[in-house]
């Protein structure tokens, strides 16, 4: 079973790159005589000591990639390696055997902190079950590789599921279910999904933090504008900000975990939004900030403002600001206390 460099699962079911300019890439003449020398001479490096090959990994919320693993012979995970970067030096006039030996070193040094992988104890579900959470993501932006995996409609979301390694704190390391998984676990969805919530209503410890010093940040890293484009004043960033700043300005709280990994899902739990509701004391917003978190923002403090506002608002951090595979979406939520619901509202 193969890992990502970055600790995830490689997907290796091929299907409908997300981006119509990766599929171009990899049919590229160029681009294929970049991979095929790359990994001849990866694989010349290491002979019969291991098997060298490339596979199109589909992961969520991100655009399809082509990888390189090296699985040395007698072991059951390795790194993954995106191709992307070095054929984009070998434009740029770097060698193959310059690029094919920093490959090799990434490995190496990736391979010494990878653990082995039980896979018989992963088949079973009596072993894995403690180990199941959720989280969300956008639905839309991930449609087509969401048919491969269980999966609940929320709104414009989708909650999806995964297995975290022993260690809480480190969901880098985990593996995204699919549907296969289920019968190999000889379970249903409904058992995945009332285990997983057990698990991540119970060890993610979602908690509520002042959004002040969190802006103020976010303000210090403002990107260069573009001549004649919006600036970034335009889209109501200094204005949330002003806001706060007041003596008695609005209260605005990031919903997140201990773990500050895939916090947003906080969102799909009903006793995690009455926590803000009593804290709030009032109705109030909820903003996409990125998987990891949301803001929430008391919509009395914003009502001469509004939801399509502060829409904008998050449409232009998400652009400038979001990491493309930590985008959640653009839409705001509004939450009603008394009627403890949350719905969209732009």
């Known amino acids: 079973m193969d890992f990502g460099a970055d600790g995830e699962q490689a997907q290796k079911t091929p299907g409908r790159p997300a981006h119509k300019e990766k599929e171009n890439e990899f049919m590229n003449s160029s681009y294929e005589e970049f991979r095929n020398s790359v990994l001849r001479m990866v694989q010349e490096y290491y002979g019969n000591e291991a098997w060298v090959m490339v596979d199109k990994l589909k992961k969520l919320n991100r655009p399809d990639q082509e990888g390189l693993s090296i699985l040395i012979k007698g072991k059951n995970v390795c790194p993954v390696i995106y191709l992307n970067n070095y054929y984009d030096e070998w434009n740029c006039g770097k060698s193959i055997e310059a690029i094919a030996a920093d490959i090799i070193e990434v490995y190496k040094k990736h391979c010494n902190d990878m653990q082995e992988f039980d896979m018989e104890a992963f088949r079973d579900y009596q072993k894995v079950e403690g180990h199941l959470f ?130 947003a899902v906080g969102v799909f739990f009903d006793e995690v939004l009455r926590m803000a509701s009593n804290r709030l004391q009032e109705d109030f917003y909820v903003l996409p900030s990125s998987i990891h978190e949301c803001l929430i923002v008391p919509v009395e403090g914003f009502k001469d403002l509004g939801a399509e506002y502060l829409k904008e608002v998050v449409q232009f951090v998400n652009e400038n600001y979001v990491n493309p595979a930590e985008i959640l979406g653009d839409c705001v939520y509004r939450y009603d206390c008394s009627e403890e619901k949350l719905s969209i509202v732009a």
């Open 134 to 263: 959720c989280r969300l993501v956008n639905y839309e932006n991930n449609r087509g590789l969401l048919k491969e995996l269980p999966h609940i409609r929320f709104h414009d979301l989708a909650l999806v599921y995964f297995y975290a390694s022993d260690d809480i704190t480190d969901f880098e390391m985990k593996i995204t279910v699919k549907n296969d998984f289920l019968e190999m676990w000889h379970i249903t969805k409904e058992q995945l999904h009332q285990r997983a919530l057990q698990n991540t209503r119970n060890r993610m410890d979602f908690q509520l933090t002042s959004i002040k010093s969190v802006i103020e940040d976010l303000i210090s890293m403002k990107p260069e504008v573009p001549h004649g484009s919006e600036d970034s004043d335009s889209m109501g960033i200094s204005e949330v900000i002003s806001r706060i700043d007041e003596d008695n300005g609005p209260s605005i709280y990031v919903l997140s975990n201990q773990q500050l990994m895939y916090g």
